[in-house]
């Protein structure tokens, strides 16, 4: 009888060792597959697709394992399924990759990706903020927001209007009171001078 114990508990030992070897190798080969991406410039949507993609193809040759172990069916990953490996797997990479920390901080960034204008300030609109009207090169008028310090910031009203500029913002979605809604704003992060 202590034979039989002793033969499952070891078998029970075995098959849980088995699934971290396969929760490794997945975490290992996901790893592998991230450190090939630029995570400087990939957007969020983009960094997120594509750890989705990496874990998939190096989840796919333990599907039985995974599905025998932990309950996941590689059939109905977008039900759910892909969120529970999604879990299990980042647990191991956190740990084990060197590479994830920085894709974490891409797919939970709050920001956009940074973008530029060039143009010619027309106006100022001093409100309870400072909207700055640009007129591109395509002669299209562009509002961007003034909400927080940025570099030569300071020398933006010094210099005044109709100085050509490059002005970085990113889209935020504020709260417009009259509209009672969330709307996309330009704002202002950054603003070069042409002269």
């Known amino acids: 009888m202590k034979k039989i114990i002793l033969f ?23 790893c592998d597959c991230i450190s090939k991406l630029d995570l400087k410039n990939i957007g969020k949507e983009k960094a997120t ?11 796919q040759p333990y599907e039985k ?11 109905n990953i977008d039900r759910g399924e892909g969120e529970k ?41 001093v ?7 640009i007129k591109d090169s395509d002669g299209r008028d562009v509002k961007i927001i003034w909400l927080d310090y940025f570099k030569n910031s300071e ?3 010094q210099k005044g209007k109709n100085k050509n500029v490059t002005i970085e913002y990113v889209e935020r979605e504020l709260f417009n ?10 704002v202002a992060t950054g603003i070069r001078f042409d002269d």
């Open 155 to 157: 020398k933006l009203m």
């Open 49 to 59: 697709m594509e750890f989705g993609l990496c874990m998939m193809k190096a989840a």
């Open 8 to 30: 499952c508990l070891s078998f029970i030992a075995l098959s849980n060792l088995k699934a971290q070897d396969v929760l490794d190798s997945i975490a290992n080969h996901s």
């Open 85 to 125: 490996l999604g879990r299990l797997v980042g647990l191991k990479m956190a740990s084990s990759c060197a590479n994830f920390t920085e894709l974490i901080t891409v797919i939970t960034s709050e920001e956009a990706s940074s973008n530029s204008i060039d143009g010619t300030i027309t106006e100022f609109v």
């Open 65 to 75: 394992q995974l599905k025998q172990v932990y309950g996941i069916d590689m059939k």
């Open 177 to 186: 009171p009259k509209l009672n809604d969330y709307l996309k704003y330009k």
């Open 127 to 133: 409100d309870q903020f400072v909207t700055i009207l």
